[in-house]
């Protein structure tokens, strides 16, 4: 059966059936959903197995982005984030662009790299030279240290040297990590080669970890969108396209800007993430430091108005992204979140992340260059003021829509709409669900 990950209403199911929907969508079953997210992905005892001074576990919302097609397929998106909106306005953005034919995308080869510090390295330039005629004997020696990524197709792939001034230096041993995010295995290597380098280069040996500005390790991620797709109820879409644009070439020019551009790309990219057990705080470094690579912090994504009259969007992001081992091993919702993606590599896996990112980095200028991002805000929030008022099931739609109408989302009017409701009042169902993923 082929895969959509395009399920019209999905938002507006209660949690169960859209637990069965995805079970069909992904040949899952729907009992497993169940069981693995009734307990938050985790339950304690594992978590006591994870790491220290557990106490218990701390449950985030695990949700569903829908849309996502890059390269032809379309791929059912499991994301982990606190934040209301961004899962809608990931899953919106990317029908948009589905309608400019989805996202192509290419992900480098998983290669990660290893630093080993040296201080003391009185003649740099031999250092190097005899690092060279030295290098297929250290890529043996790593190799040997890490057998079963070898057998698995990875290894270390090169050996480069930075004279970084004043007897510093460092070298890098750059390692193909096949389907792992990578750290133990290059942090392995970078441990195992200290004392020949060292040996070699006449310095002492300092650190030996990896690097987290992955730059080897890069996603590249396009889309085209065509200009009536973008279009709100106030604006056409040729002056949203033009906005957008407008609003990344502020990002380009300003790094206050860009910052804030770059955060809601990672609001997509680390919900990705985390959904499925990866280290994002790896994945933030490495994407920051790849933003101000150029010596000035710039944005990750970029948007032009093409001569076809498309917005077209390009981004490229590091990603040091996992499908095996480490929190895989042992987080039931990470695993499941695998399952749900169904993804071959590594590389798939970074191409999604990428993907999402560059949605909901769509979603938030088209927001933003329009009505703003207050009103789809109110709009969610105001869901868990409905919740928090008292509203069950069906209610908290209706009262999350009346107050949202009444552009007075708090707790005293989602009581009294929840009143009326009760009474059988007629409410008034305004606009809310139009920012959601139809
Ligand atoms: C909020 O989480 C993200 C935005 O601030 C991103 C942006 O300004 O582009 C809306």
New binding site residues.
Partial sequence: MKRTSRIPGFYKEPVESRRRLLAEAADLDTSEIARVLAAGGLDVATADKTVENVLGTYALPFSLGLNVRINERDWLVPMVVE?PSVVAAASNAARMIREGGGFSAEADEPLMVAQVQLWGVREADAATRRLREAEASLLAMADAAVSSLVARGGGARAIEARDLGDGLYVVHVVVDVRDAMGANLVNTVAERLAPAIAALTGGVVGLRILSNLSDKRCVRVRCAVPAASLATAEMPGAMVRDGIAMASRFAERDPYRAA??N??IM?GVDAVVMATGNDWRAVEAGAHAFAARSGRYEPLATWRAGDDGALHGAMEIPLALGIVGGTLRVHPGARLAMKILNVRTAQDLAMVAAAVGLAS?LA??RA?ATEG?QRGHMSLHARSVASAAGARGAEVELVSAEIAEARDVTLDAARRALTRLRAGAPHAYGDYGLSLAK
């Fill in positions: 934040e804030t551009h955060k809601g609001n980095n938030a200028l933003l991002i």
